[in-house]
């Protein structure tokens, strides 16, 4: 372990999750690390590089996660699967996306991904590339068979329902909060808002593979 890397990383993580990448700079960096300036270009060479250290981290540190909790796809296994593992795997996933959006409180990754979503910075093609499209690639996987029939752009627009349904609560906080009258999400939303958007997602899915069986 590098100690002064380490601290560049943590308080990396921290201030660009807090200002976003255009608004943080590396002196802003190695102060609250306590190194000097140089110390960041030693270990890193550029803000750029360390914005993209941080995003990996996140993104070991996730599937790490999917591991722990059970969300993770089974190697060569998914097919054989039963409908009801299914199910709790996409319940898993979703309620690992959640904890990270909104927590309480959200997660570091939920609000890196929430501030690019709204402020790209240079890094998305890097996010989206060895991010998002492998888990989207996993989560239509999964929907592909609880949704068997149905043709590549339904499946695509039911993950696309299911990731958006997760995203609103984390988008719309500030409204949702006002809305149900709390001054933060309480503990275990998560939870049930993963149950329902499966249950609800799974009502979904089962029309369109329906009208892609049979027409109707």
Not at 112 to 117: A, P, V
Not at 143 to 160: M, N, Q, S, T
């Amino acid at each position: 372990m590098n100690g002064t890397k380490d601290r560049l990383l943590a308080a990396a993580s921290e201030l660009f999750a807090e200002r976003g990448f255009q608004r943080t700079t590396v002196r802003d960096i190695a102060a609250r690390a306590r190194v000097n300036v140089a110390a960041g270009n030693y270990h890193y060479g550029s803000k750029r590089k360390l914005y993209l250290e941080v995003l990996r981290a996140q993104f070991t540190a996730i599937r790490a996660l999917l591991r722990a909790r059970g969300a993770a796809l089974p190697e060569g296994a998914l097919e054989r699967l039963r409908r009801r593992q299914l199910v709790a795997l996409l319940r898993a996933r979703v309620n690992v996306m959640l904890d990270l959006l909104i927590g309480p409180p959200p997660g570091l990754h939920g609000t890196l991904m929430h501030r690019e979503m709204c402020d790209p910075s240079e890094a998305m093609p890097v996010i989206v590339d060895e991010f998002i499209l492998p888990m989207f690639g996993e989560m239509r996987a999964i929907v592909a068979r609880l949704a068997p029939g149905a043709e590549r752009r339904a499946l695509e627009r039911c993950v696309f329902s299911v990731v958006a349904q997760a995203l609103f609560y984390r988008f719309t906080m500030p409204a949702m909060l006002r809305i149900l009258g709390v001054p933060a999400y309480p503990r275990g939303l998560a939870r049930e808002l993963a149950g329902h958007i499966t249950e609800f997602s799974l009502g979904g899915m089962e029309r369109v593979s329906h009208r892609s069986q049979h027409g109707r």
